[in-house]
């Protein structure tokens, strides 16, 4: 596979093949090459495989990717994987492609320079506010959905949309990020231009984070002088950054805008979490996530016009930003 498939990474692959200097390290018994590539990433085997022919083949060698792949793969992946002719072309299909689990409830992947796993669930898989009322909520079909249905917004006064997933499946010593996957329907959507939501992640349980998002940004940007913004500008506090943490920054006066994804949705932040090297105290331990009007904004608006595909769980890449939120724990999810 060539360097392309994972990008670059030639400051690590230099370090591998220094390794047993001055020896050239494509000397090495092909064993040996492979467990020193085991023990890098996805991204590392695929550009060091350039150095040699013997360096490429222990680089592709099933016990180099079954260790890429993860522990329960076998219960994740399809049963077209036995005509996968190695693990790496496996590892392959599941970063390029995902897969429905969970009855088509959810879709999982692997995000491919570093094999962390990844999640959608779908909106079926929410516990969205009056959902099971027609008047209210209407679930749809669309072609650029990976799922079955799709919640499509009719009309609520009241907005809010809540999901859960288990701490087991998620991969260990890794920061994540959730995304809310939306687009507005072919008549537009009502209630949403620049009325600020508050989203909520966290543990269940535990404090969760705090933050504020934009589902529909206006024309001309979000304003905080407006009149109707003031509960939430008085949400925000001045506060300093944690000290020795790379790649956050504080929240002060910073909304979550969507953004275009290039598969026909949109995706807003909602916050992030992080999964310790040693994982949860309980496999069975809970991330929740919600967004919701907030409490004390003005009631009564009607909102209609956005089609939810669901909730996007991915780890955080490399260069990206993670946003210090307010911790809350006096309002649960």
């Known amino acids: 596979m060539e360097q392309s498939e994972l990008g670059d990474s030639s400051s690590r692959n230099d370090e591998i093949v220094s390794i047993g200097a001055p020896a050239r390290f494509d000397t090495l018994p092909e064993d040996c090459i492979s467990m020193v590539i085991y023990r890098t990433s996805p991204r590392d085997a695929c550009v060091v495989a350039s150095v040699s022919k013997t360096v490429k083949s222990a680089a592709e060698s099933d016990l180099v990717w079954e260790k890429f792949l993860p522990q329960d793969y076998s219960s994740l992946v399809p049963p077209r994987s036995v005509d996968f002719s190695s693990k790496k072309e496996m590892y392959m299909s599941l970063a390029d492609d995902s897969v429905l689990i969970d009855d088509g409830k959810k879709s999982f992947w692997l995000e491919k320079g570093s094999g962390k796993k990844c999640y959608m669930l779908s909106a079926m898989d929410l516990n969205i506010l009056w959902i099971n009322r027609p008047l209210y909520w209407k679930w749809n079909t669309d072609p650029e959905s990976k799922f079955e249905k799709v919640a499509e917004l009719r009309h609520v006064c009241w907005f809010k949309i809540l999901g859960k997933i288990s701490c087991g499946m998620l991969s260990k010593g890794t920061h994540y990020f959730v995304y809310l996957v939306f687009k507005r329907t072919s008549g537009g959507s009502v209630g949403f231009e620049d009325t600020p939501m508050e989203a909520q992640v966290g543990f269940v349980g535990k404090e969760s984070s705090k933050s504020f998002v934009l589902l529909e940004p206006g024309r001309r940007g979000y304003r905080y002088s407006c009149v109707s913004r ?104």
């Open 230 to 333: 003031r509960p939430v500008y008085s949400e925000f506090r001045t506060r300093r950054p944690r000290a020795g943490v790379r790649g956050e920054r504080e929240t002060d006066g910073h909304v979550e805008e969507p953004k275009e994804r290039g598969d026909g949705w949109s995706e807003v932040k909602l916050g992030n979490f992080y999964i310790s090297d040693g994982g949860c105290d309980d496999d069975g331990d809970e991330i929740e996530f919600a967004i919701m009007e907030i409490r004390n904004s003005e009631k009564g608006q009607r909102k209609s016009g956005l089609i939810f595909q669901g909730i996007e769980i991915r780890p955080m890449k490399e260069g990206e930003e993670m946003v210090i939120a307010k911790s809350s724990n006096s309002d649960n999810i």
